[in-house]
């Protein structure tokens, strides 16, 4: 079954320090990648995305993220961490063989909460 | 960003109420999308329309319809709503291809 994992529920990081946030597929094929940020109180925003080609993908807010294949992963990475990036943070997966991109499936999230 | 937007941001209503989400978007986009969020469980698909005569199931459902009255309007119904639906709703819309844009949110209780 088609599924996407993000292990860490909560991650506290210190403002200033870098920032790894965990993603892990399962599908049939190398499926399209997403991930979005959840603000309080806000609907979801994309940050990056990863259709082919370069596995290291730039993204906005100064986020970026790198597809593996070999792991089935698509971490999401920011060298500094600012206290405005407090929130929810999702990876999704969409099936590449159809232009419906908008039909994803979504891991559990996981919550950053940034100290001072 | 007030591209997609929902109407209520919040409900509460009692277990067997007939309840209608709305939903407007300004974007364009042909393909309308209704998800719910659960704690610990993320996004799962409700429905989608890709335009006012193509309506599709997404992955739960049960215990929803939706009707699609206009490129720019999809509206979530619960016919007789139970407590078990109480969640955070979202509505997001895209093109072919691109990426989903979110509305804020309407965050439903049912008691």
């Known amino acids: 079954a088609q599924s996407v994992t993000q292990p860490d529920i909560h991650i506290t990081v210190s403002e200033g320090a870098s920032l790894e946030l965990r993603c892990n597929y399962s599908y049939g094929a190398t499926p399209y990648l997403f991930w979005y940020v959840q603000s309080p109180g806000q609907g979801l925003q994309l940050l990056l995305k990863y259709f082919s080609g370069d596995t290291l993908v730039q993204g906005i807010k100064g986020f970026e993220a790198e597809f593996k294949r070999s792991q089935s992963s698509f971490n999401l990475r920011k060298p500094s961490v600012h206290w405005s990036d407090a929130a929810e943070y999702f990876c999704?997966?969409?099936?590449?063989?159809?232009?419906?991109?908008?039909?994803?499936?979504f891991g559990q999230g996981t919550t950053l909460q940034v100290k001072p | 960003d007030a591209d997609v937007t929902q109407t209520p941001r919040n409900r509460i209503t009692k277990t067997g109420k007939r309840i209608m989400l709305e939903c407007s978007q300004t974007?364009?986009?042909?393909?309308m999308y209704w998800y719910r969020q659960d704690p610990g469980l993320g996004l799962r698909l409700i429905y989608y329309s890709f335009d006012v005569k193509d309506i599709n199931k997404g992955e739960i459902s049960d215990g929803y319809s939706v009707s699609r009255q206009a490129q720019a309007k999809f509206s979530l119904s619960l016919e007789s709503a139970i407590p078990n639906q109480t969640a955070l709703y979202f509505c997001a819309t895209s093109d072919p291809g691109t990426e989903l844009h979110f509305g804020n949110g309407t965050r439903l209780t049912v008691t």
């Open positions: 999704a997966v969409g099936d590449p063989f159809s232009s419906n991109t908008g039909k994803l499936i």
């Open positions: 974007k364009g986009h042909d393909r």
